[in-house]
């Protein structure tokens, strides 16, 4: 499994991207693989208020669903349309699966948050 | 937790693997959509070991299973199989006709049954089986002892005919024979639970491993597959057939959940019986499938609502259909919303989401 050192990740497995004041977002790949085939992604709309941890929208894959957490706080500048094609997330969840860009609010809260390393060991890889 | 004799197997090839009934199962190997499509498009095999098998014997064994299941086991013919169902009667804080299981019943001799359960309720469907015991019956948990694979798809009798001297297009629907396969003594009955054409195979468990990779290799130019619980609950949604701790349970009637066909009220006495009466007179909710309009599932446990919000049922399975690439699902819902048609909504995380009741199966096969 492939998790690229320039992102940072949650405990609940949301990567994040920093591109100036906006943050990208997604599920990381272990995330994808321990759904199974995912049918439907479920994003909150453009314009959404978020806190850190909120949730932005749902995944559903066959077998179950899971929440997705925000790792900082901010508003939805742009969703990722594309996902209509939901498996994209399965094949590719760091480039074409992301999933939202949050407008940061303030500073982001990316202390909190782990490196590909903490990242693996908390996956047990 | 217990394994099946193909647990190695099953870790080897790279499968998932989750708790089901008591024992480590393979979910999936490759992913569900892929092993689902497999099995509509080709074959698949799927490891049902942790299923139980009970043997019933003796002169009463016609008797005693009239009793306590709910289809007429005197049309059976010697080497037919039935669908059926066990339901409680006078049994403390359960509802009589409540179901303690879903089986099938396979006709060996006059005197000669075997049942195959689920594998959670097995140890419960025993206990309730010995409580009904009367005089000449045998009856003998052959669980631990016996392997069961199920080969499903339209090249299923292909991939089993290559390995075995027994004439398989001579095997009607629900019909069943003993021969020799992969080598191996067998019974070998056409029965599944996908709504393809296909198989399933019982054997001793010391055979596992050569019957799987003969399997195997007969099916390669197939491009046979292993299948996961996963694709089974896909398949055998896409059918409408029930699945206990779903559709069925101590709490539901079959009458209600659409098995009346194998509730044979003119039978004779049997478990339950009073109670199917009552709720085929007079029934409250019926067991319906639905279709939803939007993408998001509905999942087990969720509410069913009419347009003004007033809630009218509850889902008791909800999947992404592989074939029909639509949500699909069942629920108990209120009789005058049990005709297909029917316009429902569906508590998903908050929102009411449009579903159409529908006829079942949602596939239709030719």
Known sequence: ?125 | MKHTPFYQIHKSAGAKLIDFGGFEMPVQYEGIIAEHKAVRNSVGVFDVSHMGEIEVKGTNALAFLQRITTNDVSKLAQGQAQYTAMLYQNQKDIMDGGVVDDLIVYKIADDDYFLIVNASNKDKDFAWMQRNQIFNLTLTDRSDDLSLLAVQGPNAERTLQKITDVDLSKIEYYHFTRGVLAGVEMMISRTGYTGEPGFEICFENGHAEKVWNALFESGKEFDIKPIGLGARDTLRTEMGYSLYGHEIDETTNPVEAGLGWITKLDKGAFNGKEACEKVKANPARKLVGFVLKNKSIARQGFEMMDEAGNKIGVVCSGTMSPSLEKPIGTGYVLLPFAKAGSKVFINIRGKAEEAEVVKTPFLKKS
Do not use: C
């Open chain 1, 1 to 125: 499994m492939n998790f690229p050192s320039e992102l940072k990740y949650t405990k609940d497995h949301e990567w994040m991207r920093l591109e100036g004041d906006m943050a990208v977002i997604g599920i990381t790949d272990y995330a994808q693989s321990e759904l199974g085939d995912i049918v439907f992604v479920d994003l909150k709309a453009v314009g959404t208020k978020l806190n850190q941890h909120d949730i932005f929208g749902t995944v559903e894959a066959v077998k179950t669903v899971s929440d997705l957490f925000s790792p900082v706080s901010g508003v939805i500048a742009e969703v990722n349309t594309a996902l209509s094609e939901a498996s994209t997330v399965n094949q590719d969840p760091y480039q074409n699966g992301w999933m939202v860009k949050i407008k940061l609010s303030g500073s982001a809260e990316t202390d909190a948050l782990m490196d590909d390393a903490a990242y693996k060991t908390l996956i047990g890889q």
